[in-house]
């Protein structure tokens, strides 16, 4: 069974950083691209960025994250990560990791998900 552990959340102030991990095992991580989706309070799912499984190629969800979050992955620790720079209370919420059935991003269903770690911006 596929396993996908987050760990990285906490509370930080407005302005802060914070870099999200994503540990996986049961399947081969290399075969597959990889996405981080939260959900902030009382709303719903939404995809924040994705990677290929090779780790070359990298989307980010609009302008609002774009510049300020940065995905990554380290094959030969079958890790991915998200860098969480210049936080807004906005960005308040679950993230989750989440598994693609296909080395790409697009164009392919979530077929695994973490559990999520809660990321809270407040002052």
């Known amino acids: 069974e596929v396993q996908l552990v987050e760990s990285g959340g906490g509370l930080v102030q407005p302005g802060g950083s914070l870099r999200l991990s994503c540990a996986a095992s049961?399947?081969?991580?290399?075969?597959?691209?990889m996405s981080w989706v939260r959900q902030a309070p009382g709303k719903g799912l939404e995809w924040v960025s994705g990677i290929n499984s090779g780790g070359t190629s990298t989307y980010y969800h609009g302008d609002s994250v774009k510049g300020r979050f940065t995905i990554s992955r380290d094959n030969a620790k079958n890790t991915m990560y998200l860098q969480l720079n210049s936080l807004q209370t906005e960005d308040t919420g679950m993230y989750y990791c989440a598994k693609h059935a296909r080395q790409w991003v697009g164009y392919n269903r979530l077929d695994a998900w973490g559990q999520g770690t809660l990321v809270t911006v407040s002052s």
């Open positions: 049961e399947f081969t991580f290399t075969d597959y691209a």
